[in-house]
């Protein structure tokens, strides 16, 4: 139903480069994510190990910086691509636009240099260089994410919000400022937000590799570790990182009313409006939710008669598809609430008793905490992306008049297509061979 | 030189350096393509891998540097060339996905079957993707890019004979390099045998790149006249220095100078694509519009150079720091943990 509704009326290219995109971003962040937090997780388990003369901490530091090798592998390899689609699928956005918001790229690409360089330092490094020194030449990776993450989510959140410019009469970009486009209001809510997503997602996905094994028996202190240090990590983020939804919630009302709508499924503008969870939205109306009263005004506005605007005060052709966020961002919350849940048992049991809550329950949840972390950051990004919809550039560019009108462009999903079932089963089982032999290499290390 | 130039210059300069470390690792694939059977070849894909292990991911930054740049500081001319131009590069893109992956997991993989699977998709993406980026820079060199969003002929744009001479002369050219390199690198670790043999690579491809530049040359006067005239008039000092850099690499390689040959290797192909810009200049897309037409606006080049002066501060001593680790061998030091 979705795809008829986006391939009427508009170009033919425009559903196949859509979802090119949302191909090519959606794998891309997870392995993203890992680029991000992974570095930080590694090197404290190493100093730890390395304090403490602990060789299963190492060990298991060392097995984790290989397998940092491998993902980086696959996040950078992803992410060329996406350099190459910017321009190839939309070059309405990067032609018109490319001089005031292509700039953070270029801040990107030396981050993401750095980065490469010092994943090839550290995981060559391991037996050239001495503990300090090598611990120490992870903190360049630690430092490129930060702001690798903070240039890539702030072009989008310009593409949310665009400042830094005029247009002339005819349209054209006059008076471009690309550092006063970096810093809209949407920027640092939601370089947060993502920030903090990238170490759930790390943390709760390491940390239910051990749990699986916890559950199959093996309990020694490689495997607790290795549970104990990532799932920490995630469950410290986790209620911060609610937080920040509030705030970024809050930045979106402010900013952009009309995702906001979307992803509660409002269509009339309400005071002392209540939090719809779940249903249907058809004929302008929200069927089958449950609704918790007043919620969505306070939480908007803390005040429960605050004024929350629907999707009614939007001309019908600039209303997002409205099911689809309203259910990622009920997924998203959802999940997260269901986290934070997780946080509070464990964060409760190790404060009382300084164990792991002793139950096979809690490490299933654990185990599957990676995946549900996974699929919470991909609905956030769904909820940001298609709730921007019909806009690439918010209230300025159409989706639909960005797009590439070059012919044959939708070969390029089937063929991405093919790729990244590829690329995702080998990565997989890559993954998988190294976590089962201790001499496996991660592709930076050299010959054994 | 007006602000554009130099901006221009700058991504000018990151496709040197992607031609030259990006090129050598494409190379190291060709090579390995055809190193012979799995026992055969052993020693030489051995070789290579440890050559290009630690430094892949990093040598092809640079080709998403000249990205950024060319779309921060001439988004329009980009949008053109990359719509245009879209197949061949989505073809390098799935190339690079193909290759990088194939390269970083085949030794993370037990069965002959698979490693060999992976050896051969590395190998064919590291012919097949400098060909592609090849063929991109011909279409572009012999005007074939008009100025508007997907104006040109998505198929002709790239199916022509500058773009074939293109494509054929970058999948030679990274051949070259990765066998000079690797000569060096063999003899460094004491592999006499393998040293020669990559010597005897390198002589033989720089003659056939030698005989396809000549060529060349009457490809180029016949499908592109006006980069030819650029070429033979003010690029003429430029292609003289490229093969004078390409013949003394010849002698120096004869009398086993690997380092120096290294050194007057790379100068030969910077002149080569130097050549290119002087004759296509003062023009991005031929035949009309300029370098200073095709720029953004003046803040966003002064923000870009500003950008690139201060990356660059941070950029090169990391650089440097990890290829003179890279040269470092493992010194044994038993610690925990360690596999080795």
């Known amino acids: 139903m979705l795809a008829l509704e986006f391939l009427a009326g508009t170009a033919e290219n425009l559903y196949p480069a859509r979802m090119q995109m949302a191909l090519s971003l959606g794998w891309h962040i997870v392995f993203a994510c890992f680029g991000i937090a ?13 304090r403490r003369d602990d060789a299963v901490l190492t060990a298991l530091a060392h097995k984790w910086a290989k397998a940092m090798g491998v993902l980086f592998a696959a996040g950078a390899v992803s992410g060329t691509l996406l350099s190459f689609e910017m321009g190839i699928l939309w ?6 636009f490319g001089e005031v918001f292509g700039f953070p790229f270029v801040l990107e690409g030396f981050a993401f240099f750095v980065e490469a360089i ?11 260089l001495s503990p300090r020194a090598h611990m120490l030449s992870a903190l360049p990776m630690v430092a490129a994410g930060i702001v690798g993450a903070f240039c890539v989510v702030s072009a989008n959140a310009w593409m949310n919000n665009p400042t830094g410019f005029r247009l002339d009469e005819q349209g054209n970009v006059v008076d471009a400022r690309p550092w006063a486009a970096m810093f809209g209001p949407s920027t640092w809510a939601q370089f947060v937000h993502m920030w903090l997503a990238a170490f759930m997602v790390t943390g709760f996905l390491i940390a239910s590799v051990y749990a699986v094994g916890m559950l199959r028996g093996r ?4 495997h607790r570790a290795g549970l104990l240090i990532p799932l920490t990590v995630a469950a410290i983020i986790t209620p911060v990182q609610i937080g920040v939804g509030d705030w970024i919630a809050n930045v979106v009302a402010d900013n952009q009313p009309a995702k906001l709508a979307a992803m509660e499924a409002q269509y009339e503008t309400t ?10 939205y058809r004929d302008n109306e929200l069927h089958y939710a449950v609704e918790i009263p007043y919620a969505l005004s306070l939480l908007i506005h803390h005040d429960p008669d605050g004024v929350v605007l629907g999707l009614e005060e939007f001309p019908a052709g600039e209303r997002p598809p409205v099911n689809v966020v309203h259910l990622a961002y009920n997924t998203m919350v959802g999940i997260g609430t269901a986290l934070l849940g997780l946080a509070a048992w464990f964060g409760l049991v190790w404060w009382r008793r300084r164990r792991l809550p002793h139950t096979a329950w809690f490490l299933r949840a654990v185990a599957v905490s990676g995946v549900a972390a996974v699929v919470a950051m991909e609905a956030g990004w769904i909820t940001t992306e298609v709730g921007r919809q019909p806009w690439i550039v918010y ?35 890559v993954l998988r061979r190294l976590a089962r032999d201790r001499a496996t290499l991660a592709p930076q290390e050299g010959q054994r | 030189m007006t602000l554009a130039e130099v901006v221009l210059g700058a991504a000018f300069t990151g496709l040197v350096a992607y031609a030259l470390f990006g090129g050598a690792d494409f190379g190291g694939g060709v090579w390995d393509l055809l190193a012979g059977g799995t026992e055969r070849g052993r020693a030489v894909r051995d070789r290579i891998e440890r050559s290009i292990g630690p430094v892949w991911e990093a040598n092809h930054v640079w080709l998403i540097f000249v990205f950024v740049v060319l779309w921060t500081g001439f988004s329009r001319a980009f949008a053109a060339a990359v719509t ?46 400098p060909f592609f980026l090849g063929a991109v820079v011909g279409g572009v060199a012999s005007g074939r890019v008009p100025p508007g969003i997907a104006e040109g002929d998505v ?7 500058t773009s074939l001479l293109g494509g054929t002369l970058a999948v030679l050219v990274c051949a070259y390099l990765a066998a000079v390199f690797l000569c060096g690198d063999a003899r460094r670790d004491g592999e006499h045998d393998l040293a020669e043999a990559f010597r005897l690579r390198a002589l033989l491809t720089a003659a056939v790149t030698g005989a396809v530049g000549l060529a060349g040359i009457a490809v180029l006067r016949a499908d592109a006249p006006v980069l030819f005239d650029g070429l033979t008039g003010r690029g003429l000092p430029v292609v003289l220095l490229s093969v004078a850099a390409g013949l003394a690499a010849l002698g120096l390689l004869l009398v086993r100078r690997y380092t120096v040959a290294r050194i007057a290797s790379a100068l030969a192909v910077t002149a080569i694509l130097a050549g290119w810009a002087v004759g296509q200049y003062p023009y991005v897309l031929l035949p009309e519009l300029t370098v200073d037409e095709a720029a953004t606006g003046r803040t966003t080049l002064v923000a870009l150079l500003t950008a690139l002066s201060a990356g660059m501060l941070v950029l090169l001593p990391a650089l440097v720091y990890l290829y003179v680790l890279f040269q470092r061998p493992a010194d044994h030091r038993d610690r925990p943990g360690a596999c080795h």
């Open chain 1, 271 to 280: 005071a002392g409006a209540g939090l719809s969870i779940g249903g249907v």
């Open chain 1, 395 to 429: 209230g300025i560019l159409r989706t639909a008049d960005a797009v590439s009108p070059a012919p044959g462009l939708g070969w390029g999903l089937v063929a991405v297509v093919g790729v990244y079932t590829v690329l995702t089963t080998f990565t997989v089982v």
């Open chain 1, 118 to 128: 010092f994943v090839g330092v550290y995981l060559f490094g391991w037996n050239r």
């Open chain 1, 38 to 50: 992974f570095p930080a997780i590694v090197v404290f388990t190493e100093w730890r190990g390395h």
């Open chain 1, 91 to 96: 070059p309405g956005l990067m032609g018109r």
């Open chain 2, 155 to 161: 198929v002709r744009s790239w199916v022509n004979p």
């Open chain 2, 84 to 129: 245009t131009l879209y197949i061949p590069l989505t073809l390098a893109a799935l190339g690079m996905i193909a290759r990088g992956a194939a390269f970083a997991y085949r030794k993370s993989v037990g069965t002959p079957g698979m490693q060999r699977f992976f050896g051969a998709a590395f190998a064919l993406s590291s012919l097949l993707t």
């Open chain 1, 219 to 222: 309990r020694d202190h490689y």
